[in-house]
């Protein structure tokens, strides 16, 4: 593989990463919306949970999406899952009851678990060991830039467009990566 080709394909797993945050930092930004809010006539417990719950998921299947990385490879198993995370980030448009959102977060922190072990096993395998660690702190830059970038992004469009618009554009909008 060649130097740019290797660095064209970090800058679209940092790009991936980014979106993956767009699509996490949505629902915070949504849930301090008084329309939102009132809409599902949501308790600060409500609130705590639903920012949960994708964390709960996320956090138990990093480890079985390492395994699945490991064993299919990158290709695939990211595709799929940011399939999965862009599409039920769309969903949420059109939850109509806390349990539903609840669900469809759960189902965001499956989708995106494969995310880091994705990136992590794509550089080990295409960065010489010399340039791993440089590597890694792009990929994991971006994820830092995700959340900078995602949240202003998130509260502008739920101004313009509605918490449905939002999540809507956010969660469509992300598939023009894939």
Known sequence: MTPARRWTILGLLCLGFMVAYFDRVNLS???????????????TVDRGNLNSAFFWSYTVLQIPAGWIVDRYGVKFPYAIGFL??????????????????FG????????ES?????????IRFNYPENQRGFAVGIY??????????????????????GWQGMFLIIGLGCLLWL
Do not use: C, E, H, N
Not at 91 to 101: D, L, P
Not at 114 to 122: E, F, K, L, N, S
């Open 114 to 122: 494969v995310i880091t072990p994705a990136g992590m096993r794509w």
């Open 29 to 43: 930004v949504a849930v301090a919306d008084k329309d939102f809010k009132s809409y599902f006539q949501l308790s």
């Open 84 to 101: 999965i995370w862009s599409l039920v980030s769309a969903g949420t448009a059109f939850a109509s009851s806390v349990t539903q959102i």
């Open 104 to 111: 469809l977060r759960l189902l965001l922190g499956v989708g």
């Open 140 to 161: 994991m830059a971006a994820a830092k830039i995700g959340p900078a970038v995602g949240t202003p992004l998130a509260g502008w469009l739920i101004l313009s467009q």
